[in-house]
């Protein structure tokens, strides 16, 4: 058993030093314009920052840890299409020929949904998060933000948006190999809406507004994904497992006849 896994090991050891290098490289690059990109990520938050307050470092090391963090997050980035690529080549050998050329679709789709997660929660979700937190409680507290926290706030929720907008090309991929069909996620449907509020209740500020701007577009997307596999994967219609059943039935049929052929 053991032996039969071993190459599947080395290769998903193979898989992880790649995309592992490429990170690294891309972490080394992000961390000499750590500066640029920090001012960047700052943006949404000094916007809805009252003017008598400024972004602070509590700790005498809070400002290296997190160029690290940026750094860290940018090179991420910056290495999904390497990620995604090593991924697929991970998972190829249990494809068929004709599905391991969808490398390339797959890539690209994966990366361009990231980012578009990514997108949605700087330029929509963010600004409107941080609004509500900032001005929570303003008139009796002076606000003063640790750029450590908000930094490791920032990156939680554009990586949990990310992640999330990835469902269609899970779907994808799920469908291609046959493990859902349509059928399945419509009955799941209303399990997911359920799951995905909960998931945004986790990743976005502690108001109904942000928590619906993420939901939204979930629930959008798992819409996506059922049309998805039904393209790729349809369910069987009641003609096919009604013909289904026939076939069985006269496979047992002509099994029970061969058995009796051999006792005779």
Not at 39 to 47: F, H, I, L
Not at 57 to 65: D, G, K, R
């Amino acid at each position: 058993m053991f032996d039969d896994l071993k190459p599947h090991i080395a290769d998903l050891r193979k898989r992880l030093m790649i995309s592992g290098l490429s990170l690294l490289v891309m972490f080394f690059a992000c961390f000499f314009f750590y500066e640029p990109i920090l001012t960047w990520m700052m943006v949404p938050v000094e916007a809805v920052l009252p003017p008598d307050s400024k972004m602070v470092a509590v700790e005498i090391q809070e400002t290296f840890f997190t160029a690290l963090k940026v750094a860290f997050f940018s090179g991420f980035i910056l290495s999904l299409p390497v990620i995604f690529w090593q991924l697929w080549l991970f998972l190829a050998p249990g494809l068929y020929d004709h599905e391991k050329k969808l490398v390339v679709p797959f890539v690209f789709f994966a990366t361009l949904m990231f980012l578009m997660g990514s997108s949605f929660a700087y330029y929509v979700v963010v600004p409107y998060g941080f609004e509500f937190l900032v001005n929570f409680g303003s008139a009796v507290v002076t606000i003063l933000p640790s750029i450590g926290k908000y930094v490791g706030f920032f990156t939680k929720l554009l990586f949990g948006f990310g992640v999330a907008f990835e469902l269609p090309v899970i779907t994808f991929f799920l469908a291609k190999i046959g493990l859902v069909d349509d059928r399945m996620l419509k009955d799941f449907f209303k399990y997911a809406v359920v799951l995905i509020f909960i998931l945004a209740s986790l990743l976005t500020p502690p108001d109904v507004l942000t928590q619906f701007l993420m939901a939204g577009p979930l629930i959008i997307l798992y819409g996506v994904s059922i049309y998805i596999a039904k393209v790729f994967n349809p369910a069987p219609t009641e003609e096919d497992e009604d013909e289904d059943l026939d076939d069985e039935k006269d496979e047992e049929l002509e099994e029970d006849y061969e058995d009796e052929k051999e006792r005779k």
